[in-house]
């Protein structure tokens, strides 16, 4: 029997002797158990005035959530990617570099052409695949603890974050040098724009969660 076996079993045999929530995580973390794993043992069971515990539905990892999550974080990917390739090709075209060869110069337009197309194609699904999921977390409250959406969502918080950090180093390593030019604060201040939204959106998503799984 695993921990996590070990601690639903308690759980289970406290709750149907009737010890009340509290005393049961008091206990809990006296034992040394982390306030994350009392939480979700507790979770399992709803509170419902029963003779014995009622079980919450659990979250599974299905092959349809999976291709679920994965349309949706790839395309989101997708999307921001293009979005900021657009945007940097947008301030190529303001601020024309006087030091670039003709094949980097002719290859802007291809460049905004294609990251157009991908925008128009990948946008769309993105959105409707995220309000899709939405109406079924609604509906269907046990998805939010889906291992798979909290993976891709640690995931991508986690490449929003270092591509901030990256950033950050790369404006203020420019600052120090002197080398500070519009582009380049448009190009960085783009590429924030987009990771910051991107790491804001999901990480007031993942507080939300949590509020809302409490026992």
């Given at each position: 029997?695993?921990?996590n076996q070990e601690l639903a079993t308690f759980v289970h045999d406290a709750l149907t002797r009737a010890t009340p929530r509290d005393q049961v ?76 060869t003709q094949y980097q110069v002719r290859a802007v337009p291809d460049l905004i052409r294609w990251s157009i197309a991908a925008l128009v194609v ?38 929003a974050a270092g591509i901030l950090m990256g950033d950050s180093i790369t404006a203020l390593y420019q600052l120090l040098a002197g080398a500070l ?35």
């Amino acid at each position: 029997m695993t921990a996590n076996q070990e601690l639903a079993t308690f759980v289970h045999d406290a709750l149907t002797r009737a010890t009340p929530r509290d005393q049961v995580r008091n206990v809990l973390a006296q034992a040394g158990w982390s306030a994350e794993d009392i939480g979700a043992a507790l979770r399992g069971y709803a509170e419902i005035d029963f003779p014995i515990p009622v079980p919450r539905p659990r979250p599974s990892l299905s092959a349809r959530d999976a291709f679920q999550y994965l349309v949706l974080f790839g395309t989101l990917y997708v999307s921001a990617y293009n979005l900021g390739l657009l945007l940097y090709q947008l301030i190529n075209v303001a601020f024309p570099d006087p030091a670039w060869t003709q094949y980097q110069v002719r290859a802007v337009p291809d460049l905004i052409r294609w990251s157009i197309a991908a925008l128009v194609v990948s946008t769309p699904i993105f959105v409707y695949v995220a309000r899709a999921n939405a109406a079924a977390v609604r509906r269907f409250p046990a998805m939010r603890s889906s291992p798979i959406r909290r993976w891709l969502t640690y995931l991508t918080l986690a490449v929003a974050a270092g591509i901030l950090m990256g950033d950050s180093i790369t404006a203020l390593y420019q600052l120090l040098a002197g080398a500070l030019t519009i582009p380049f604060v448009l190009k960085a201040t783009a590429l924030a724009g987009i990771s910051g939204a991107i790491f804001y959106y999901y990480l007031v998503d993942l507080r939300r969660d949590e509020v809302e799984e409490q026992p």
